[in-house]
């Protein structure tokens, strides 16, 4: 649960990392596979060819996926987890001879990596700057944020489900038949924790099946129990067509991303596909076996200690928690679900998210560290967290909330 600075002191690590260390630091059975991986097979080409610990850790994860869904291409990443799953829409279109579905659909406020797809699709404006002309056929939802409704709550927001009819508008205005894919985080974090309101993902899953759209969840954050559910479709209950993974995967310690898919996708993409290559996309550390076995190894620390229900068992805890800053200074929302939370404070007088920075260092030169984006202090601990450490997370955010200019 701890890093160590440099100067010897311990930082309670209420981020996870970067959102991805869910079964927390320093985990020896992972070192130890991958120093044994290191010395038994340290490479294998990933083209034309396998290798049993990457098809072990492929098969471990089919298992974990929603039902329907059952396949696995490994990436290296998050970012080339959605570059991956926006080229398997597309030629999953051409392979079913509709190769005029090329529009991709993200969503306002999304994040979705800093490839060139993952930026286009995205929603936060910032992200995409400097970087010149980004994909032309995509467009965005109107976000699912809603302050003066749904301020506070405890749970799912109750309103803005009908906001997922905004993908009507787009289908109106382009038409069903040029739309591959929608791209949308279950739960948004980096944008700073949003919560999807009720009923929201059926409805989403609904236009895009009645319209021949595939939905896409982007789980980088959300999957491997950090709402208390190996993924969050299953948490909401609603299953997408793919899914994009990364981070709680190895929990953090070698890069690896994968997608996972429903069968059908598969079977279609292979059968129009020439004899030798069945998908023209891959990468030189696809599936990398030390990657692999650190994925093995974290999938087994999941289950053997049953993280994925302790997290769940834990939220409501964290939930009460997190909201009794709710009449603490500068706080205007708390946004929570499983073991994410965030916490928006109002801009001060130096302008956007000053006050959330400052906030962010008050923290960590008390000892723990968070997330800020904006002004939104983002939460995501270990979910191996002590109902004593979620006491110091808020604690401390109280005392420096109470100190903020």
Not at 74 to 102: C, D, Q, W
Not at 297 to 315: K, M, N, P, S, V
């Amino acid at each position: 649960m701890y890093y160590q600075d440099t100067g010897g002191r311990q930082i309670l690590d209420a981020a996870a990392g970067l959102w991805c260390v869910n079964a927390g630091h320093g985990r020896e059975e992972i070192a130890r596979a991958v120093s044994d991986q290191l010395l038994t097979l340290d490479y294998s080409p990933a083209f034309q060819m396998g290798n049993p610990v990457t098809m072990e850790a492929a098969e471990r994860l089919a298992r974990l996926l929603p039902d329907g869904l059952d396949t696995v291409f490994f990436t290296n990443s998050g970012s080339e987890a959605v570059e991956t799953a926006l080229k398997i829409a597309r030629t999953y279109h051409v392979a079913r001879g509709e190769p005029h579905r090329t529009r991709l659909i993200g969503r306002n406020r999304g994040y979705h990596g800093v490839n060139f797809g993952g930026l286009s699709v995205g929603g936060i404006a910032r992200n995409k700057q400097g970087f010149g002309p980004l994909l032309a056929e995509v467009d965005h939802l109107v976000d699912t944020h809603d302050l003066q409704r749904n301020q506070f709550c405890k749970g799912l927001p109750e309103h803005g489900a009908e906001r997922a009819d905004d993908l009507l508008r787009l289908i109106k205005l382009y038409g069903a038949e040029t739309i591959a894919a929608v791209i949308v985080e279950p739960v948004a974090g980096s944008t700073g924790v949003l919560v999807p309101p009720q009923d929201y993902l059926d409805r989403l899953r609904a236009i895009c099946s009645a319209h021949g759209i595939l939905l896409i969840f982007d789980e980088v954050i959300t999957a491997f129990g950090r709402l208390g559910a190996p993924f969050a479709a299953q948490r909401f209950g609603v299953t997408p067509d793919l899914i994009t993974m990364a981070k709680g995967l190895t929990n953090g310690v070698i890069p690896m991303g994968a997608v996972g898919m429903v069968g059908s996708i598969r079977d279609t993409i292979f059968a129009a596909a020439p004899d030798g290559i069945e998908l023209f996309h891959g990468y030189t550390y696809s599936g990398h076996p030390v990657a692999a076995a650190a994925a093995i190894a974290t999938l087994d620390i999941y289950e053997r200690e049953d993280l994925f229900a302790r997290a769940a068992g834990l939220a409501s805890r964290w939930t009460d928690a997190l909201l009794t800053l709710r009449n603490e200074p500068h706080v205007i929302d708390i946004r929570t679900d499983g073991l994410v939370g965030g916490i928006e404070v109002a801009p001060g007088d130096g302008g956007p998210g000053k006050r959330g920075f400052s906030i962010f260092q008050a923290c960590y030169a008390r000892g723990v560290l968070t997330r800020v984006t904006g002004d939104i202090i983002a939460l995501s601990p270990p979910l191996i967290v002590t109902e004593d450490q979620i006491d110091q997370i808020v604690e401390t955010i109280v005392t420096v909330l109470r100190a903020a200019a």
